[in-house]
């Protein structure tokens, strides 16, 4: 008999790390169905889009679509209401909210964990402080914040396995859910992201979405002091104000496609990465094209990147500690095989490979 597997996104509105892993589970599963709280067509992969996709209520709310993440207090509401009584196996790809999907109690529920909620648990001043959205606006998201941080935490007993991204996802899995996650590292397609034939130029380079535990700001006032040019490729709420704090100190190149950006990879003298990451896609899609990395010596970061090998990681987040470690990283002779060499254990087929077989041994098992 077949399996009968139903997929779970938070939300579809752009190939981003997440919708680039549950590309690669499409692949392996093509018959599974979608389902997810808000879906913009055409925003992500055709591999993904040609399957039959199902949204919450959260698609029809007036500016759902654009403005989703407004109505993130009625997300609890929103999971819970979807059907699973078809599927045999739910697997959810989640950061926010769809890890508390109510299953059938025949089925069985795999969380690709990408992390527990950053904004409910230890992130909320980054999001909601009142340097963000002013004094009353994160008083009155404090209690909003709380209630669903706790929601998340009594709903995590619906999963039966936990999936981590890495090691440090699934310390904070054991820490605010108190369950362990096995750790299967996401796909980098290292076949497309590859080294150029021609020599890197002088500047630094920064992929990234433009939220703000991304810490952008921090590359911006790094290159100014260590007198690099800094390219931007990316897109976010906090692009304007990006764009004022940098007063064209940095070129913002805004969203770009997947060839733009590994032309931008493959000529960068130093990717950086400013933020403390769940794991990071992008320092490997640099390696995979020869290029060296300078992060934060935090997080996933750790796990991807050798200090005088790869890149360099720094201690502390400052723009001083970044600026030397940019300087170092530029004036280091790096072997480009070997940081693209570290790259490939962590390509699209491995990924796919461990994902399928965690799904058919989960298959055979009864639900907790």
Excluded at 188 to 199: K, L, R
């Amino acid at each position: 008999m077949s399996l009968r597997l139903a997929l779970v996104h938070d939300w579809l509105t752009g190939m981003r790390g997440g919708e680039k892993t549950l590309e690669v589970i499409c692949e392996r599963f093509p018959d599974a169905e979608l389902f997810t709280l808000v879906h913009v067509p055409g925003s992500v992969s055709p591999t993904i889009e040609r399957r039959p996709i199902h949204t919450s209520f959260i698609q029809r709310l007036p500016g759902g679509r654009r403005y989703y993440r407004h109505y993130l207090p009625l997300f609890p509401a929103a999971v819970e209401q979807f059907d699973f009584d078809r599927f045999d196996l739910i697997l959810s790809v989640s950061h926010c909210a769809v890890k508390s999907i109510i299953r059938p109690a025949t089925a069985r529920h795999i969380c690709y964990c990408l992390t527990p909620m950053r904004y409910a648990w230890d992130q909320f001043d980054a999001y909601f402080g009142p340097a963000r959205i002013g004094r009353l606006g994160s008083l009155a998201m404090r209690p909003v914040m709380t209630r669903l941080a706790r929601w998340d935490r009594e709903t995590a007993s619906r999963v039966d396995r936990y999936v981590a991204i890495s090691h440090y996802v699934a310390g904070r899995i054991d820490r605010y859910y108190n369950r362990q996650a096995t750790v299967v590292y996401p796909p980098v397609d290292t076949d497309f992201y590859s080294p150029g034939a021609s020599a890197p130029e002088r500047y630094a380079l920064v992929v990234s979405a433009l939220v703000p535990y991304k810490r952008i700001e921090i590359a911006i006032e790094a290159c100014e002091r260590a007198r690099i040019p800094l390219v931007i490729a990316g897109d976010g709420p906090e692009r304007a104000a990006l764009e004022r704090a940098a007063g064209g100190r940095a070129t913002f190149l805004g969203r770009v496609s997947d060839e733009r950006v590994r032309d931008l990879y493959r000529h960068a003298a130093v990717v950086l990465l400013p933020g403390e990451e769940d794991f990071g896609i992008v320092p490997l899609e640099a390696q995979a094209c020869g290029r060296p990395v300078v992060a934060l010596g935090r997080g996933g970061a750790l796990e991807t990147v050798i200090p005088g090998e790869t890149g360099e990681l720094v201690d502390g987040s400052s723009a001083a500690a970044f600026a030397d470690a940019i300087a170092t990283a530029v004036g280091r002779s790096y072997d480009p095989h070997r940081i693209r060499h570290h790259a490939l254990p962590f390509g699209r087929a491995r990924f796919g490979d461990e994902m399928e077989a965690l799904v058919h041994a989960a298959a055979v098992e009864a639900p907790r």
